[in-house]
């Protein structure tokens, strides 16, 4: 029963994805567009920054109308030499800050944002992160959705890199997010990527900004909330024309760090929320149990029916985004790939790690 209940959910997720149902419709843009400043947090970033700090050079929108900051936050590298060069000549406005004191509550990258966004001086905050290029059509496609009363709008983030890690990753974030926009579509607020963000003005400012905020290592979601306590709509897009890309965790340690990190947005989410996603990830219990009770064929067939059930949501996925589709072949390492990652971080909250590790720092 439970193995025809989760698929038949599947097959409806799916379907709602591929038809579009419930996704939100642009608006169009004054002619000129409104200026908007990019806001990029960076600690210890000059490798992966000149890569986003390129892509944002080459957005499809006039450079007069952006404002481009950097905050360098405490970087022990060459961060800052190398935001200074990679900006270098750029017509549009743009500064470096060096980050040292505290705003309020805030800390970590969300101090660093309360510190660019008081120095920002448009409407429109677009924020994203020093390990993410942004497509050219970055810009004009989050405003469109910038309708009057939203708050909030949410790109679409891919991995891209080398390696099979970085290519399982990739599907684990596309199958995820896929789940989370039908959940919006469906008016469910769930969540928000810091990594591919805009947030007006008038919203920020009316939840008094980061330093006014309760400190979260998943800033970007205690921003959401607070956001949309205060009345505020939000958009969540799944299409080409906002598609960033993101560098993935670049080994299994790094990987389960980033999901212990996550782990904390995970239990704000409300009850019903956490419901859901504790009822999709039961299935390899459901596996385990028929293999247990000695029905094998059983076992295999219902493994067989979740990893067929995430290559059709695998393909309506990819199709959305402008995706080429994945191979079939990756679907059942894909199902091994979340096994050990679920066991693993299972293990280690069981053992008693409570403490998150970001960017050098840890936050208990």
Same mark, same amino acid.
């Given at each position: 029963?439970?193995?025809?209940?989760?698929?038949?959910?599947?097959?409806?997720?799916?379907?709602?994805?591929?038809?579009?149902?419930?996704?939100?419709?642009?608006?169009?843009?004054?002619?000129?567009?409104?200026?908007?400043?990019?806001?990029?947090?960076?600690?210890?970033?000059?490798?992966?920054? &000149?890569?986003? +700090? #390129?892509? $944002?050079?080459? =957005? *499809?929108?006039?450079?007069? %109308?952006?404002? @481009?900051? !950097? /905050?360098?936050?405490?970087?022990?590298?060459?961060?800052?030499?190398?935001?200074?060069?990679?900006?270098?000549?750029?017509?549009?406005?743009?500064?470096?800050?060096?980050?040292?004191?505290?705003?309020?509550?805030?800390?970590?990258?969300?101090?660093?944002?309360?510190?660019?966004?008081?120095?920002?001086?448009?409407?429109?905050?677009?924020?994203?992160?020093?390990?993410?290029?942004?497509?050219?059509?970055?810009?004009?496609?989050?405003?469109?959705?910038?309708?009057?009363?939203?708050?909030?709008?949410?790109?679409?983030?891919?991995?891209?890199? &080398?390696?099979? +890690? #970085?290519? $399982?990753?990739? =599907? *684990?974030?596309?199958?995820? %997010?896929?789940? @989370?926009? !039908? /959940?919006?579509?469906?008016?469910?607020?769930?969540?928000?990527?810091?990594?591919?963000?805009?947030?007006?003005?008038?919203?920020?400012?009316?939840?008094?900004?980061?330093?006014?905020?309760?400190?979260?290592?998943?800033?970007?979601?205690?921003?959401?909330?607070?956001?949309?306590?205060?009345?505020?709509?939000?958009?969540?897009?799944?299409?080409?024309?906002?598609?960033?890309?993101?560098?993935?965790?670049?080994?299994?340690?790094?990987?389960?760090?980033?999901?212990?990190?996550?782990?904390?947005?995970?239990?704000?989410?409300?009850?019903?929320?956490?419901?859901? +996603?504790?009822?999709?990830?039961?299935?390899?219990?459901?596996?385990?149990?028929?293999?247990?009770?000695?029905?094998?064929?059983?076992?295999?067939?219902?493994?067989?029916?979740?990893?067929?059930?995430?290559?059709?949501?695998?393909?309506?996925?990819?199709?959305?985004?402008?995706?080429?589709?994945?191979?079939?072949?990756?679907?059942?390492?894909?199902?091994?790939?979340?096994?050990?990652?679920?066991?693993?971080?299972?293990?280690?909250?069981?053992?008693?790690?409570?403490?998150?590790?970001?960017?050098?720092?840890?936050?208990?």
């Amino acid at each position: 029963m439970y193995c025809g209940l989760w698929l038949l959910i599947m097959a409806g997720v799916t379907w709602r994805l591929a038809g579009r149902r419930g996704a939100s419709a642009p608006v169009a843009l004054p002619t000129p567009g409104p200026r908007v400043s990019i806001l990029v947090a960076a600690r210890n970033e000059e490798a992966s920054l &000149p890569r986003c +700090l #390129a892509s $944002l050079r080459a =957005l *499809d929108y006039p450079a007069h %109308l952006l404002e @481009i900051l !950097v /905050g360098d936050d405490a970087s022990t590298d060459r961060t800052r030499a190398v935001a200074e060069g990679a900006l270098a000549g750029f017509a549009g406005r743009h500064q470096v800050i060096t980050i040292g004191e505290n705003l309020g509550r805030a800390r970590g990258k969300a101090n660093v944002l309360a510190h660019l966004a008081r120095h920002a001086t448009t409407e429109y905050f677009l924020i994203t992160d020093a390990d993410i290029a942004v497509p050219p059509t970055w810009v004009p496609a989050m405003l469109r959705h910038a309708a009057p009363g939203v708050g909030t709008v949410t790109g679409l983030t891919v991995i891209e890199g &080398p390696g099979p +890690l #970085a290519t $399982l990753q990739r =599907l *684990d974030w596309l199958l995820s %997010l896929a789940l @989370i926009q !039908v /959940g919006t579509e469906a008016g469910q607020p769930m969540t928000a990527m810091g990594n591919n963000m805009l947030i007006t003005r008038t919203a920020y400012e009316a939840t008094g900004g980061y330093e006014a905020l309760p400190f979260s290592v998943t800033e970007d979601f205690a921003l959401f909330e607070a956001v949309n306590a205060r009345g505020f709509g939000f958009r969540q897009l799944f299409e080409p024309g906002v598609r960033a890309v993101s560098l993935p965790a670049p080994s299994w340690g790094a990987l389960v760090r980033q999901r212990l990190r996550w782990l904390r947005g995970v239990a704000a989410l409300p009850w019903h929320v956490q419901g859901g +996603l504790v009822f999709f990830s039961g299935y390899w219990l459901v596996v385990l149990g028929l293999a247990l009770a000695g029905r094998p064929g059983w076992a295999a067939g219902a493994l067989a029916l979740k990893v067929a059930s995430h290559y059709g949501l695998a393909r309506a996925a990819s199709r959305r985004a402008g995706l080429p589709r994945p191979a079939w072949w990756l679907l059942p390492v894909f199902e091994l790939y979340t096994l050990a990652l679920t066991t693993h971080l299972t293990l280690t909250r069981m053992l008693g790690r409570r403490s998150v590790e970001w960017k050098g720092r840890r936050y208990e």
